[in-house]
């Protein structure tokens, strides 16, 4: 069974970094897409960054190009997101991803599994 495990979420002043982990098993990862989304109350649940394990281009939403890096530790077969210069904008609950035999793919219908979320608050 597969499962996403997230962690590094919390406060943060507005300019400030956080770094989110997404720890995954259950499955061979290494041809598998993994994916950054991030959902605000009230808004549809989007897209921030996503890559596929075995390499290739990364995407990243065009609201965080600059400021997140998305990376990954195939040994570990954990995925992070480092987040930097953070806005006010941008608290939400973020998630990860996974879906398999696809290419990077940017819509949350395409995953297949979802970890629990890990809350971002950023204080002005």
């Known amino acids: 069974q597969v499962q996403l495990v997230e962690s590094g979420g919390g406060l943060v002043q507005a300019g400030g970094s956080l770094r989110l982990s997404c720890a995954a098993s259950g499955h061979t990862f290494s041809s598998s897409t993994m994916g950054w989304f991030r959902q605000a109350p009230g808004k549809e649940r989007e897209i921030v960054s996503a890559?596929?394990?075995?390499?290739?281009?990364?995407y990243y939403a065009d609201s965080v190009k600059g400021r997140f890096t998305m990376s990954r530790d195939n040994a570990k077969n954990t995925v992070y997101l480092q987040m930097n210069n953070l806005q006010p904008s941008e608290p939400a609950v973020y998630y990860c991803a996974a879906a398999f035999d696809v290419g990077v793919v940017v819509t949350a219908t395409d995953y297949d599994y979802w970890g629990q979320g890990t809350q971002v608050t950023v204080s002005s």
């Open positions: 890559n596929r394990l075995s390499g290739g281009a990364t």
